[in-house]
C-alpha cells in the first residue's frame, strides 16, 4: 500500500495566519492527491482534489499544489471556521489511504 | 441533493458480526462507487473497502480481508457492510462515501453520518 505522511502532526496558529501543511507519498502517485477537512463529531469534507482543484463552495483561502510524492496544503489566511483536522488522501492505488491527519489549534 | 443515510450505532460482544447499512439518493444509484472508511476513536481516517453497485464487484483493504463484505441492493437503493469475527480494534465510527464523480480514480464527494460500532465484552 501506498503510505501517507503528514507534516506537522499540530499545528497552533492564531486567525490572520498563513498556514501550510504537508504531505508525502511512499511513491509518486501524481496528482491523484486530495484534502478533507473534519470537524469533530462530522464526516469529512472535500476541499481541495487532484492536487491543486478546489472543489465547489469552498473558500479561496484554500490552495493545494505539488505533484509526485511531495504536496502542501495552504489556508493563506486562517479563519475562526478553519480550526479543524485535516487529511491528504491518495487515489491513485486501487487501496485509497489516508495521512495521519494535521490539527489546526487556536494559538 | 445527494444523500447517504446510515442505520443507527452497534454493540457487539468480540467475535460477533455486525451489518451497516448505507442508503442512498440524489443521484442514480449504480453509477457511483460507493467506500466504507472507518475512524477509530480519537483516531484517523482508514479505508476499508469499496463497492460498484452496478455489477458488486468488490475491493478490500488488507487489513479487514476475509472479514468483510460489502453488497448492494439496487431495488432499495442501499449498501451494506458486513464486519465479522469482530476485535475491539474494529471498535470505530463507520462511513459510507460515494466518489465525487464515476470513475474509480476519484476522491470521496459526499459522506454519510457514521455507524458507531461498539465492541465489548
Known amino acids: 500500500d501506498i503510505q501517507m505522511t503528514q507534516s506537522p502532526s499540530t499545528l497552533s496558529a492564531s486567525v490572520g495566519d498563513r498556514v501550510t501543511i504537508t504531505c508525502r507519498a511512499s511513491q509518486s502517485i501524481i496528482s491523484w492527491l486530495a484534502w478533507y477537512q473534519q470537524k469533530p463529531g462530522k464526516g469529512p469534507n472535500l476541499l481541495i482534489y487532484?492536487?491543486?482543484t478546489l472543489e465547489s463552495g469552498v473558500p479561496s483561502r484554500f490552495s493545494g499544489s505539488g505533484s509526485g510524492t511531495e504536496f502542501t496544503l495552504t489556508i493563506s489566511s486562517l479563519q475562526p471556521d478553519d480550526f479543524a483536522t485535516y487529511y491528504c488522501q491518495q487515489y491513485y492505488s486501487n487501496s485509497w489511504t489516508f495521512g495521519q491527519g494535521t490539527k489546526v489549534e487556536i494559538k | 441533493q445527494v444523500q447517504l443515510v446510515q442505520s443507527g450505532a452497534e454493540v457487539r460482544k468480540p467475535g460477533a458480526s455486525v451489518k451497516v447499512s448505507c442508503k442512498a439518493s440524489g443521484y442514480t444509484f449504480t453509477t457511483y462507487y460507493i467506500h466504507w472508511v472507518r475512524q477509530a476513536p480519537g483516531q484517523g481516517l482508514e479505508w476499508v473497502g469499496m463497492i460498484n453497485p452496478d455489477g458488486g464487484e468488490t475491493t478490500y483493504a488488507q487489513k479487514v480481508q476475509g472479514r468483510v463484505l460489502l453488497t448492494g441492493d439496487t431495488s432499495t437503493s442501499t449498501l451494506y457492510m458486513e464486519l465479522s469475527s469482530l476485535r475491539s480494534d474494529d471498535t470505530a465510527l463507520y462511513y459510507c462515501?460515494?466518489?465525487?464523480?464515476?470513475?474509480?480514480?476519484?476522491?470521496?464527494?459526499?459522506w454519510g453520518q457514521g455507524t458507531l460500532v461498539t465492541v465489548s465484552s
Open positions: 462515501a460515494r466518489g465525487r464523480t464515476h470513475m474509480v480514480t476519484t476522491p470521496f464527494g459526499y
Open positions: 487532484k492536487a491543486s
